[in-house]
Nanobody
């Protein structure tokens, strides 16, 4: 069983920045990937950014150039640096991973609200 704990969400004005953290209870380098998803009210959950075990990163077009995913394997933690935030970035952000055994895990989510 893998536990993922997100933190760092909050209220920020448009144009501001936040950094989300996702702490895993196991070695993140043993996972196929670490990813951030988000879900706005009434919408489906969508992929925001992904960091594969081989070091490849990929982003949703809507956040490309504004968000950066990174990892600290010594701390088993993945980060999402979010810059130039827009109201449409408002959502609950979830951390997720997939293990070589085929199991999927999700964190509890952290709320990000972008509003003036």
């Amino acid at each position: 069983q893998v536990q993922l704990v997100e933190s760092g969400g909050g209220l920020v004005q448009p144009g501001g920045s936040l950094r989300l953290s996702c702490a895993a209870s196991a070695n993140i380098l043993s996972f196929n990937y670490m990813a951030w998803y988000r879900q706005a009210p009434g919408a489906q959950r969508n992929l925001v950014a992904i960091f594969t075990v081989t070091g490849i990163t990929n982003y949703a077009p809507s956040v490309q150039g504004r968000f950066t995913i990174s990892r600290d394997s010594a701390k088993n933690t993945v980060y999402l640096q979010m810059n130039n935030l827009k109201p449409e970035d408002t959502a609950v952000y979830y951390c997720s991973t997939n293990t070589p055994e085929g199991a999927y895990y999700w964190g509890q989510g952290t709320q990000v609200t972008v509003s003036s």
